[in-house]
């Protein structure tokens, strides 16, 4: 299983101006619509696309099926393209991921019940709770100088899917990291 992460500082080696472009002072904003830390020219450039190359990290795990051990986990550094992706923008909140919506129109429904419960052995590893949210978050949207704020719905299965991968190679990482005496930020 891989989590592939688009690795758009690998430019920076052949295209000195994504260089200069990344060390300008930006915010990263997270909430509603994203505000990247890149222009829009370099996130469309090198984001995870369907048939497209780009650089990405990959940080492949060897995971047995029964109990979601991780027997292994190699990182890379690779250039490679998706032949599909998943597309999850607007098919939440709240629904549950089953192998029974395979045929209700969910692509890749069974590949993502499988990460699904993949990611709670990861939760339940990590000593975290799986029952309800923690605290309300909440999107926020400005347009034409008028702020929406809407409660963000926090613990839904793909919401879940991607905080526990992205976990899961936050803690990879940083393990290597510090196995090798590497600091960084």
Not at 24 to 42: E, S, W
Not at 96 to 122: N, T, V, Y
């Amino acid at each position: 299983m891989g989590i592939h992460i688009a690795a758009p500082g690998l430019a920076s080696r052949r295209d000195p101006r994504w260089t200069a472009c990344a060390r300008a002072p930006v915010d990263g904003v997270h909430a509603g619509a994203k505000i990247t830390m890149l222009p829009p020219a370099a996130v469309a450039r090198y984001t995870l696309s369907e048939n497209r190359e780009c650089g990405q990290c990959p940080l492949y795990l060897d995971v047995r099926g029964g109990d979601f051990t991780v027997e292994n986990d190699t990182s890379r550094i690779e250039r490679c393209a998706s032949p599909q992706t998943c597309v999850t923008a607007g098919r939440e909140p709240g629904r549950r991921l089953s192998r029974r919506r395979a045929s209700g129109g969910i692509p890749f429904a069974g590949e993502l019940h499988f990460l699904w419960r993949l990611a709670l052995a990861f939760e339940a590893r990590r000593g975290k709770s799986s029952a309800g949210q923690e605290r309300p978050e909440y999107n926020f949207y400005v347009d034409n100088d008028r702020v929406t704020i809407t409660e963000r719905g926090r613990g839904t299965p793909l919401d879940k899917l991607v905080a526990e991968m992205m976990i899961r190679a936050n803690s990879s990482w940083g393990r290597l990291l510090d196995d090798n005496g590497v600091a960084a930020i």
